[in-house]
Each structure stands twice: as structure tokens, then as C-alpha cells.
């Protein structure tokens, strides 16, 4: 009965090659969410979508991009990674901004 | 701009004593929420309690309760009965009800001594 289910749990890429993460939801909530989350820091928010109204964080890196298709998918595109582009990349969900349900998480290693 | 503050990078409890872990925070929105998570080494972030601005009461889950104090802009975190599997990272985190984002503290990493 997994809420929130992000595939894969580790991803290995190469320096430049483009990567996509991707992010399930069961639980039918509007808005989805993609942090990234580096060594002893606090989740930084990369971006949201608000139903299909899409919020990027002023400080996001072009790199970056988003599709969220339909309700309970949303996707994390990252165009070159580059070395400091190793986190963890969570995705969560809410309904309407409260309580924020987060997946398991997404470990990306960039070679 | 809204602000959390931690000023506990690390805390250490014995087994079965309780432990607060601190939070303040800073906004100018009169309607707002206060989230706490737990995030062990495995990564994943769990949720583990919530308080809204206009609630009368602090909230409760089980051996967590929030010591909320809104005149103060505190919204301490307090763990009873403290267990090993208590041991990981502790954030707060404010929601602005009138935006869609989470403004996360830098944690604080709590361990559990048996």
C-alpha cells in the first residue's frame, strides 16, 4: 500500500548524460513536489506542481526540469548532470499544501 | 521572509529519558502550519506532527507533542520514552497556508544511547 513511490531508489549516471527521475502518487493529491537533498542539509524545494500549474524555485538551475503528465505522475528531468548534482531527490505529495507526504527517495550518484 | 530556525545541530538522550528538540520560526503570516519530520539514515522523510496556527491545543501523536508557543514563535519538538530507534535527523518545517511551500530548518540529529 505504498503512497508515494519513486523509481529508482539509486541512480548512477555520467557527467553530462541526462537522467529522469520519476515519482508515483496512489493518494489522488494536487500538488507534487521535487526536493533536492545533499549531505546534512535540509530539503531544498526544486520546484512544484500545483495541479497542472507548474512553480519553479527562483534559484533552480535551468538543468532542471519537470512534466507531471497527469495526477500521479511527476518527473524529474535533469538535463547535464553535473558532479554537484549528487543528492538524494525526494518527491511528496499534499493535498492542497498541508501535511506533505514524502516517497522514499531517489539516490543519484553522478560519475 | 519566512525564516526556521535549529539551533541544535546535535543532541544526545539516553534510552527512555524524554528530549526536546527546538524550533523557532519567523513569518508575518497570521495563518501558517508546523510540521516536524523524522528522516533516519535510510532517506525517507517521515511525518510525525502537525500544528496549525489557529489551534487552540499543542498537538499530540503518541510519545511525540509539540510545545507550541505562538507569542514566542517556538514550536518545540518532544520526544517521551526516547527508544534506539529514535536516533536520526529532525526537521522542522513551516507552511505558509496561503502559498504552496515548505520552508524546512536545517535539522537537528538526534542520538539515542542506550
Known amino acids: 500500500d505504498a503512497m508515494v513511490i519513486q523509481n529508482p531508489r539509486y541512480q548512477v549516471t555520467q557527467f553530462g548524460k541526462p537522467v529522469t527521475l520519476s515519482c508515483s502518487q496512489t493518494?489522488?493529491?494536487?500538488?507534487m513536489y521535487w526536493y533536492q537533498q545533499k549531505s546534512s542539509q535540509a530539503p531544498k524545494l526544486l520546484f512544484h506542481?500545483?495541479?497542472?500549474?507548474?512553480?519553479n524555485e527562483a534559484d533552480t538551475p535551468d538543468n532542471f526540469q519537470s512534466r507531471r503528465p497527469n495526477t500521479s505522475f511527476c518527473f524529474l528531468d535533469i538535463r547535464s548532470p553535473g558532479l554537484g548534482d549528487a543528492a538524494m531527490y525526494l518527491c511528496?505529495?499534499?493535498?492542497?499544501?498541508?501535511?506533505?507526504?514524502f516517497g522514499p527517495g531517489t539516490r543519484l550518484t553522478v560519475t | 521572509a519566512q525564516k526556521i530556525t535549529q539551533t541544535q545541530p546535535g543532541m544526545f538522550v539516553q534510552e527512555k529519558e524524554a528530549v526536546t528538540l527546538d524550533c523557532t520560526y519567523d513569518?508575518?503570516?497570521?495563518?501558517?502550519?508546523l510540521f516536524w519530520y523524522k528522516q533516519p539514515s535510510s532517506g525517507e522523510m517521515i511525518f510525525l506532527i502537525y500544528q496549525g496556527s489557529y489551534d487552540q491545543q499543542n498537538a499530540t501523536e503518541g510519545r511525540y507533542s509539540l510545545n507550541f508557543q505562538k507569542a514566542r514563535k517556538s514550536a518545540n519538538l518532544v520526544i517521551s520514552a526516547s527508544q534506539l530507534g529514535d536516533s536520526a535527523m529532525y526537521f522542522c518545517a513551516l507552511v505558509k497556508t496561503s502559498y504552496d511551500k515548505v520552508i524546512f530548518g536545517p535539522g537537528t540529529s538526534l542520538s539515542v544511547i542506550p
Open positions: 493518494l489522488n493529491h494536487n500538488v
Open positions: 511528496a505529495t499534499s493535498r492542497d499544501s498541508y501535511e506533505q507526504y
Open positions: 513569518t508575518s503570516d497570521p495563518s501558517y502550519g
Open positions: 506542481y500545483y495541479d497542472k500549474d507548474f512553480n
